[in-house]
DNA sequence: TTATTATCGATAGAAAATTATCGATAAATC
DNA sequence: GATTTATCGATAATTTTCTATCGATAATAA
């Protein structure tokens, strides 16, 4: 047995890597050679330990005393991650949200290129956006199979998001990333991601009310 | 002592209640009346019993055999999240997420109302974003502190991102939904809510970084 | 009517995540 | 050159989160 098994990661550590990474290639353009956990942690109000057995699954090697080298743990967390290679995604739903994804230039540095979009509307399908002819729902398939995409990106409204959902599995697509508010049913072995802007809405608010009530 | 201490709950348990809450929603306009934790936990693969610990937190109560009623459980876990008051809120960042933000229109279910628009930029001041003027940066104090905001919303750059929530913090602004990829400093007693895309996506290209490794 | 079943609500237990401790080491200071 | 200090890496302890169990209850079926 040459390679060793991938290991398995909490969720919460896995979302901790990329808000150290940001830090760290932001250190890296000023030309900072080295950084600690002790540093990385006064940045987000983390414990310096957590940080330590975050960056410990990486297994990036730091020196006592100096800290991490900025560019090889910028390289392990990468690596860890999975986005020192950049995958290819489609994109479905050619709305608001949608357009944001297409127009964020920075996703590449996060492994992601959406390299194309679909839209049921036909209205959307044929015009362009940032440079991208929006395509029917029709050719994603075929597409998906012949580019051998991995990566699907879900932006419709909540009612057609298991359609499109369905349609990528058919269409060979491995990990479905989805910002619709919908719980969506797929087969096992399928990756389901949900970035739901409300979650993150409902801590705010709750905790905003907390605080309004105890004035 | 009439009012009793705001109740402080996990941000895990905080996280969940809007994924039942679509859930109801969509139940409430299926014309049901009645929801079981059983059914909401086979919606998202979680167990029976940790649906049931969320909802305890907001107060509902249910009935043994039948579950919550569902128009009953919607109002409370709304009322516990803060959402039944809808909060007027700033956005600074007329850019593609900005717009995406300002052009959806379900915030208002989730107790956000987007009242206005600024932006450094002056070729995006004065123009209309979703019927919203985009005013500059200069006007936004004033108009919080008159307006009584309590909720802005940063959708600038990384590198303007400090700039705009210490702005954001002199306004009066008390609650910050932060989008931006950087690390921000902010007094005690104002809440800092990091809506960061990049953490969703670093789960989901482990994750299928592992299972091709794995083949 | 009585038995069965699904569910709730409370309490207890297990698992996971976070934090603390401590020896080792490399740099800086005395 | 010895001492102090900051940090790492390993292990242990603690805290938090999740899951299991169990009696009570309301609906349904026998
Ligand atoms: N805009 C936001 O800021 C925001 C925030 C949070 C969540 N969301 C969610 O993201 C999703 C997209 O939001 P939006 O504001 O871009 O909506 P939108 O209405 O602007 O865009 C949705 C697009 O999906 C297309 N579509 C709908 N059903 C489809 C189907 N079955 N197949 C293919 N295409 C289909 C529509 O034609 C449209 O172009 C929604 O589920 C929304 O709830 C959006
Ligand atoms: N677009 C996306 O899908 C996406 C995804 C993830 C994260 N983000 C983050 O969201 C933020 C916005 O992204 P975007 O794609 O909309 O960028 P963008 O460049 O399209 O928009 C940024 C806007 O902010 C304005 N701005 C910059 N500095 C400012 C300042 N100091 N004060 C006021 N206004 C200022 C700019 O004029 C511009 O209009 C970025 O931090 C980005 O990293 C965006």
Redesign the interface.
């Known amino acids: 047995m040459t ?1 060793s ?2 290991v ?2 909490s ?1 919460s550590t ?6 150290y990474l ?2 760290l290639e ?1 250190l890296q353009r000023q030309g900072r050679e080295y950084a600690s956990c002790t540093m990385l942690a006064g ?2 109000d983390f414990a310096p330990i957590l940080v330590r057995k975050d960056l410990e699954v990486t297994g990036a090697k730091g020196t006592a005393k100096i800290g991490f080298k900025v560019v090889d743990l910028i390289r392990d967390i990468k690596e ?4 020192h290679n950049v ?1 290819d995604a489609f994109l479905v739903g050619a709305g ?2 949608g ?2 994804l297409l ?2 230039k ?1 996703f590449e540095l ?3 290129n959406i390299v194309a979009v679909f839209d049921a509307d036909p209205r959307k399908v044929g015009t362009r956006v940032f440079n991208k002819e929006v395509l029917p729902m029709g050719r994603m398939p075929g597409l998906a199979k012949r580019m051998h995409i ?2 699907g990106i879900v932006t419709v409204s ?1 009612d057609g998001a298991q359609a499109v959902v369905d349609a990528m599995v058919i269409s060979g697509i ?2 479905i ?1 989805n910002f619709a ?3 969506l049913s797929i087969p096992d ?1 399928i ?1 389901l ?22 004035e």
Chains 1, 2 share one sequence.
């Open positions: 390679t098994a991938p398995v990661v969720r896995l979302k901790r890597l990329p808000l940001h830090v932001d940045k987000f860890f991650l999975g986005w995958q608001n949200l357009k944001a127009g964020y920075d996060y492994g992601l991995n990566i909540a491995r990990a990333w508010p919908a719980p072995g990756i991601e949900n970035a739901r802007l409300t979650q993150s809405l409902a801590v705010l608010s709750n905790n905003l009310k907390r605080t309004l009530q105890s």
